[in-house]
């Protein structure tokens, strides 16, 4: 910090608790390119992701990190989401960029709710 700079105070929500105060309206899709803390934000989501009004969910993740991709790939198919469409693009293909794709989970059926 140099002199003269000043701290400020944010106000953070999970996704869950923006829905619930109505800061935001109810998503139908949901992308996530947080780099690194993906599980944090989902964890803050458990009930918007079990809601069958959420149809997708588009998520970035370092493939390079195993345990923590197939805890998010877990986590979405328990709350009944399809197993991942894997996508990675081209243009990070032979740099340090291949491990990270992303992966889009769709609902495995819609419900009325």
């Known amino acids: 910090m140099r002199r003269g700079d000043s701290l400020a105070a944010i106000q953070t ?6 829905i619930a105060i109505q800061a935001a309206p109810f998503p139908n899709h949901i992308k996530l390119d947080v780099d690194g803390i993906e ?3 989902l964890a803050g989501a458990e009930k918007t992701l079990a809601d069958a009004r959420l149809l997708s969910v588009m998520v970035e993740v370092d493939e390079g990190n195993k345990r923590t991709t197939d805890d998010i790939v877990e986590l979405l198919k328990r709350k009944g989401f399809k197993e991942p469409v894997r996508r990675h693009s081209p243009y990070f293909e032979n740099n340090h960029y291949l491990p990270i794709g992303n992966y ?3 609902k495995t ?3 009325s709710t």
Not at 13 to 18: R, V
């Open 39 to 41: 599980s944090l934000i």
């Open 13 to 18: 929500y999970s996704i869950d608790e923006l």
């Open 109 to 111: 059926t819609r419900q």
């Open 104 to 106: 889009l989970f769709a």
